[in-house]
């Protein structure tokens, strides 16, 4: 088995056999982390280049972990020490890694598209680990698969997502996915926060944070950059955080078996407090958990079609 | 030295001529445009079948010159000028160091003179090295020759300095041409704000950038008596006050380019850098709005935006390429493809767009008519015949454009600059 396309760019080139059978595959990976050798030989002797020219502690070594449980050999980059800093174009840089023959480049990239220039430019597998505000698949992907595991579907589930959905491809990827699976979408935010024509991509749209949780199966929060302030998109925490940080007493309005995720990091106090973050409706350390299977089953699927032929 | 055009259905709208005649140019003008013209010592051009036209005046190129020859030079621009079926462009003074003096602007006279390519008419600055400061030195350029002026790329953001070169502009009878663009409401857009910069997570521009400073440009020529003309115009409320303005006799005019009436913002879907200009691409509203102000007059001249860039900074993520793409070279077909087979347009009235309307605007005298004493600039169009747009034909030293592969029915098949033959399609 292996996934239609090439490269995983975002949810968007992704139907909904794609996403299940993705999910159907990490299920399957998620008992190699409990193995006391916690590896399997399937990818061995494949090169994983982590190019990250952003900062990233969770999604990066969230592949690194995937990629050594497969057996990869991977090999990691990041922007301080890749000859980007040198003025390098991101085209040249990828030639270059990919003269080494690497067999998957995962990039993540504060330019929205730079991992379609690179698809487009090269023959190994980009997946995106994160563009710009555009999109970051194995997010949502991961994010899907924990909603699956808590409610055992995601067809008609109610969720939520909360914060600055303009400058989040969290939201975009999970808006994308969720709606390709049958869910209801809300996001919330304050005004100067929701892009426009967001409700085209099939969310409802809502500044009123108890009516986005009304309900809700799903309460998505986002995590709020500090310096948008300094933007004018809002004039100051405090004033956020009482219209949109997320509260216990917010949580009651929820369905009583909600479910609290969060892509982190976190700001505790800003988006949502310590009491939801760390109760019992939180799923943000099993988000993080399931994202290592989420990404090995990312890798294989990529790569499964041409191991195959090896075989045969 | 006598030219006879034989044979072609000639169009001038500025003159009113829609029928057949010959046209008779001897030494570099037009002396006779009748039905029939017989005279024995003229080298007959056959023009049978085709349209015979005032030679096309594109307002708005870059022709890069100085500054960044890799890209563009006067000589090659003026060259793909007239491939694509221009006898005049206007060249902006955005070039490194920018046209903001008045040797600077007989240098690039001088150039064009050299390349014996299409006419070249410079644009000088309207702020000292475009910085939007102080009144660059508008009268040197004007004896110089200079035919208006334009901070373009930028906007001239301060409403009293736009204000004073409307007025300043008024005694030498010149335009000043705006890029409008409010600068904080566009700051660090990559294109147009919408469904698809949304979908993308892309910075957006929205068209009240542009539309508001088009509002206060109106109001600027109006109480100076300045004449204010639009470039590149994007959103369909610019064009709509820009038709309520003219019709309270404003002195405003605006101009349109093709990929502005032929595209929408879906073309920058994949992050393809070759639909990234500024303004952008909008939607199909604006698109429409767009195309109707050409159709219906408010927007009285075509003009491409050329705006060469070299491959390797448009082969980049898409928020780091430079805004801007080429067009010479396929204006003249796009717009006979969509405005005369598309939309309806009287091939008289699109021919006005690109002869008649910026000649008025920019004041141009004895160009953009075939009357007898003009100056003997002809395009002869083939309004009816299809044809492929293929980057490696093109004359250009860039290649950044959404058009490859593109097929189009109609195309200029021969271009005369001064009398002169310059180029012939093939």
Redesign the interface.
Same mark, same amino acid.
């Given at each position: 088995m292996r996934l239609k396309a090439r490269d995983l760019l975002g949810i968007e080139e992704l139907d909904l056999q794609d996403i299940e059978l993705i999910l159907d595959t990490a299920d399957g990976f998620l008992e190699v982390a409990r193995r006391p050798i916690k590896k399997v030989p399937i990818l061995r002797g494949r090169t994983v280049v982590n190019f990250f020219l952003e900062p990233s502690t969770r999604t990066r070594s969230s592949f690194e972990i995937a990629e050594k449980r497969l057996s990869a050999d991977s090999v990691n980059l990041v922007g301080s020490g890749s000859s980007i800093v040198k003025g390098e174009t991101l085209i040249d840089t990828g030639r270059n890694l990919e003269a080494m023959s690497p067999d998957i480049i995962v990039i993540r990239h504060s330019s929205s598209g730079a991992p379609h220039l690179l698809a487009h430019k090269l023959r190994s597998s980009i997946i995106n680990a994160g563009d710009g505000f555009h999109e970051h698949p194995t997010q949502a992907l991961l994010d899907a698969f924990t909603i699956r595991q808590k409610k055992e579907r995601l067809e008609g589930l109610r969720v939520a997502i909360v914060g600055d959905i303009a400058h989040s491809r969290v939201a975009r990827s999970n808006l994308l996915l969720l709606r390709k699976a049958g869910a209801e979408v809300t996001v919330c935010g304050p005004p100067t926060l929701i892009p426009p024509h967001i409700e085209k991509l099939g969310a409802h749209v809502t500044s009123n944070l108890a009516e986005a949780i009304e309900g809700a199966d799903v309460i998505m929060m986002l995590r709020l950059q500090l310096e948008r302030q300094k933007g004018g998109y809002f004039p100051s925490l405090r004033e956020y955080f009482y219209y949109f940080g997320l509260t216990v007493e917010h949580v009651r309005r929820a369905k009583p078996d909600v479910i609290i995720m969060h892509p982190g990091p976190m700001n505790r106090g800003v988006e949502i407090t310590s009491e939801v973050a760390d109760g019992p409706y939180s799923v943000i350390l099993e988000q993080v958990a399931n994202g290592v299977a989420v990404r090995m089953a990312v890798l294989y699927l990529l790569l499964g079609g041409s191991a195959d032929e090896e075989a045969a | 030295m006598k030219r006879l055009l034989k044979g072609g259905r000639v169009v001038d709208p500025a003159s009113g001529v829609d029928g057949r005649a010959d046209v008779l140019i001897e030494d570099g003008r037009i002396t006779r445009v009748e039905p029939n013209i017989a005279t024995a010592d003229s080298e007959v051009v056959d023009c049978s079948g085709r349209v015979v036209a005032p030679g096309f005046i594109d307002m708005h190129v870059h022709l890069r010159e100085p500054g960044r020859e890799d890209e563009e030079t006067i000589a090659s621009g003026s060259r793909a000028a007239t491939a694509g079926g221009f006898t005049t462009v206007a060249c902006m003074p955005n070039t490194e160091p920018p046209l903001d003096n008045g040797s600077i602007i007989e240098f690039v006279l001088t150039q064009a003179r050299r390349a014996e390519g299409a006419n070249v008419m410079p644009i000088g600055c309207v702020t000292k090295a475009r910085k939007g400061a102080e009144l660059a030195e508008i009268g040197e350029m004007v004896r110089a020759g200079a035919v208006a002026v334009s901070d373009d790329g930028s906007p001239v953001a301060s409403p009293l300095l736009m204000r004073r070169a409307l007025e300043y502009c008024r005694q030498f009878g010149i335009p000043v041409i705006d890029h409008c663009e409010d600068p904080d409401l566009a700051a660090s857009g990559a294109m147009n704000? $919408?469904?698809v910069?949304?979908? !993308?997570? !892309? &910075? $957006?521009m929205p068209c009240a950038a542009e539309d508001i400073m088009v509002c206060r440009d109106i109001r600027l020529a109006e109480i100076t008596g300045g004449r204010v003309h639009i470039a590149h115009v994007s959103a369909h409320r610019s064009v709509e006050a820009i038709r309520e303005a003219r019709a309270r006799g404003v002195a405003v005019s605006g101009e349109a380019t093709p990929h502005h009436f032929s595209l929408t913002e879906e073309a920058v879907r $994949?992050?393809d850098t070759h639909a990234k200009m500024n303004p952008p691409l909008r939607s199909e509203e604006d698109r429409a709005g767009v195309m109707e102000g050409v159709l219906d007059g408010t927007l009285e001249a075509i003009a491409t935006d050329h705006a060469p860039h070299n491959a390797?900074e448009k082969?980049?993520?898409?928020? &780091?390429a430079p805004f801007g793409i080429i067009g010479l070279e396929m204006a003249v077909s796009i717009s006979l493809d969509r405005l005369v087979h598309g939309a309806g347009m009287k091939l008289a009235e699109m021919i006005r767009r690109f002869t008649e309307g910026p000649a008025r605007i920019l004041g141009l005298r004895g160009r953009g008519t075939l009357a007898p004493g003009s100056h003997a600039d002809v395009t002869v169009l083939d309004p009816d015949c299809e044809v492929t747009v293929k980057m490696d034909a093109l004359h250009s030293l860039s290649r950044n454009c959404p058009y490859s592969g593109w097929k189009l029915r109609g195309a200029p098949v021969m271009t005369l600059v001064g009398g002169v033959l310059v180029w012939r399609r093939d």
């Open positions: - | 704000e $919408g469904q910069s949304t979908a !993308l997570g !892309l &910075r $957006g $994949g992050f390797i082969d980049v993520e898409f928020e &780091r």
